[in-house]
């Protein structure tokens, strides 16, 4: 089809796909629950019970059109809207996020700016950086003694290490050449930190916040399993838990467009302090 | 003995050479450079002339020797000393105006942001970038645009030393032409001292008081200090009809083509190298041997 862009040929095949994987899972549903063919003892265990199997797409629409025709509903511990639940994950991604940045920024831009600084910290980065954020969960748990701060804090600790280190680089990176013409100009420490080395590493910096958002929205999830209370993990967990596994299905999608969203947002940011050399 | 305004005394700068030893660039350079005084440095590839250039702005330390302008020692970069990179230095993510304006800011920082934008124009349009091209980013602009922003950014704060590293390398003739006759006119009207490199023999006699030849490297050495002994204002098409232009261009086209190397690779040993003065004049009676003038087809 040569008239259509590649955009829009791409676009066309991801529908197509959709379509037809909908399609495959919708047929392949109806197989495993045709309850005239289990037999008495499935059928006494529960292998008959609708909510037991996969459900099919049209079902998950179904429940998402229901969900998001009143996401912000309110009905006990055990009964929130989807609104609610994403929004207490975001609340606590964000604050956990910005903590981290306001520590993991300036920090990183010491370490770029200083090769002393950044020898005698490596070391500690390099071994806590590999630690897993939820392996930090108990030691939160028992010294902050809050479950929704020890959730925040889990994202704190593993937001800070992609900007950290993608801001000491990016600092430690800039052309000499931007730095002298800075010095010629004679701005001070600060100016020069804000004005040259700051938009010259922003592209890295940037790439690395993206980075932590990453991590930090798929963290959130299994720290609030484990913490429970509010929040889309535990709202997977309890759906679950329920066996709903048309709400499993919706909340995971759910998950997947949040993600995307977060990320979008600083993919904008990565374009605007883009700059061509 | 008074000083000149610029003085630099016994400038020595080594680098490790890759393989363990050291590598001297240039050992002991001494010269001055006077107030107003228009100075280019000619000399070949690599010898040293963007190195010394870095230690006169302040933006690198010698190893040893010591650099004072008007009676105080260099240490560190000042806005009383304006550069023109070699390779422009434009800063990438702002807009050509903003690249020559944030300079003016820092200059006048008690002026008003409409002063600010209005200076900045000025000298843009100096350049001959007007109109939409000055909103542009670095990236979107030819090598030759790039390399006027910078000189519009040193012209623009008149700093009382501008030091220009091969400024019209990227121009063609006529915008070349053009930007020469601005900077002798600023030059001119300003009392500001220029030391300036470049690898046009024509034009650093067109632009210059006096030329400084450099021997290739390492150990290079400022050789010769060559006045121009031609009256200004010098024009670029009559300049060739006086009789000293031929006498001291094929002086310097000696130098460059055969004694630079002569004279390269031979240490100081610690002491004083000053270059030697050579004045060429046959317009009095010649009282020192000169090389003869040759007839010979010149590119201007
Ligand atoms: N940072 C450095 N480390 C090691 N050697 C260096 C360094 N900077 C310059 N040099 C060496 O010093 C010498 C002089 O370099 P410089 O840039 O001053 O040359 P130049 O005369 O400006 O040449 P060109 O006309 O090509 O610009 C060269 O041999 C170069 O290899
Ligand atoms: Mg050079």
């Known amino acids: 089809m040569p008239s259509l862009s590649l955009n829009q040929r791409a676009l066309l095949l991801s529908v197509v796909m959709l379509v037809v994987g909908l399609l495959v899972w919708e047929a392949a549903i109806p197989a495993q629950k045709a309850v005239g063919e289990l037999t008495e003892y499935e059928r006494l265990t529960g292998g008959g019970a609708p909510k037991a199997g996969v459900p099919p797409p049209s079902q998950v629409l179904a429940k998402a059109w229901e969900e998001l025709s009143n996401p912000f509903y309110d009905a006990g ?4 809207g989807i609104g609610i639940q994403i929004g207490y994950s975001i609340y606590r991604v964000l604050s956990g996020y910005l903590m981290a940045a306001v520590v993991a920024i300036p920090l990183g831009f010491l370490i770029g700016m200083s090769p002393v600084a950044y020898k005698a910290l490596n070391p500690f980065i390099q071994v806590l950086r590999p630690i897993s954020p939820l392996a930090w969960m108990p030691l939160a748990l028992f010294i902050i003694q809050d479950s929704e701060a020890s959730a925040i804090f889990v994202i704190f600790i593993c937001s800070i290490w992609p900007m950290l280190i993608n801001t000491a680089f990016g600092v430690a990176g800039v052309r000499q050449d931007w730095v002298n013409v800075a010095r010629t100009h004679e701005l001070g420490h600060l100016k020069t930190a804000f004005t040259v080395i700051l938009p010259a590493a922003a592209p890295t910096i940037v790439t690395g916040m993206r980075i932590s958002i990453g991590i930090a929205w798929l963290v959130i999830v299994a720290a609030e399993m484990l913490v429970g209370g509010t929040g889309i993990g535990y709202y997977v967990w309890n759906e679950w838990n329920n066996l709903d596994l048309t709400s499993v299905i919706f909340s995971i999608l759910m998950i997947g467009v949040v993600g995307m969203m977060l990320d979008a947002a600083f993919a904008s940011l990565q374009r605007a302090v883009a700059y061509a050399e | 003995m008074t000083k000149p305004f610029l003085s630099i005394e016994n400038l020595t700068q080594t680098y490790p050479d890759g393989q363990g030893g050291t590598m001297t660039v240039f050992g002991n350079a001494t010269f001055g450079v006077e ?17 010394i250039m870095n230690i006169l702005a302040g933006l690198a330390e010698p190893t040893s020797g010591v650099v004072v302008m008007d009676g105080r020692e260099v ?97 063609d003739a006529l915008t070349r032409g053009t930007i020469q006759d601005e900077l002798l006119k600023i030059w001119g009207d ?35 200090s060559v006045e121009i002994t031609i009256p200004r204002p010098r024009n670029r098409t009559a300049i060739v009809e006086h009789p000293n232009y031929y006498a ?41 041997p000169t090389p003869e003038p040759r007839l010979r087809a010149v590119n201007t």
Not at chain 2, 86 to 109: C, D, E, I, M
């Open chain 2, 75 to 171: 240490s560190g970069p000042s806005l009383d000393r304006g550069v023109v990179f070699q390779n422009y230095s434009l800063l990438p993510w702002l807009s050509t105006l903003k690249n020559v304006s944030f300079g003016v800011a820092a200059r006048h920082p008690e002026w008003s942001k409409a002063e600010v934008l209005e200076h900045s124009r000025k000298y843009l349009a100096m350049v001959g970038l007007e109109g939409d091209v000055i909103h542009r980013k670095p990236s979107q602009l030819s090598g030759g645009m790039r390399q006027r922003v910078s000189i519009a950014r040193a012209f623009a704060n008149h700093p009382k030393l501008l030091l220009l590293d091969e400024p019209f390398g990227a121009l």
């Open chain 2, 35 to 51: 107030k107003g005084e228009f100075v280019c440095i000619l000399g070949h590839s690599g010898c040293g002339k963007s190195t």
């Open chain 1, 77 to 80: 511990p055990n009964d929130k």
């Open chain 2, 190 to 224: 300003s009392g500001q001292t220029v030391f300036m490199i470049t690898h046009d023999i024509d034009e650093a006699i067109l632009l210059a008081d006096r030329i400084l030849l450099m021997t290739n490297g390492p150990f290079a050495r400022v050789a010769e």
């Open chain 2, 248 to 288: 001291i261009r094929n002086h310097l086209v000696q130098f460059l083509g055969k004694r630079s190397k002569e004279l390269a690779g031979q240490a100081s040993d610690g002491a004083t190298q000053s270059p030697e003065t050579v004045r060429i004049d046959l317009t009095d009676a010649a009282d020192e």
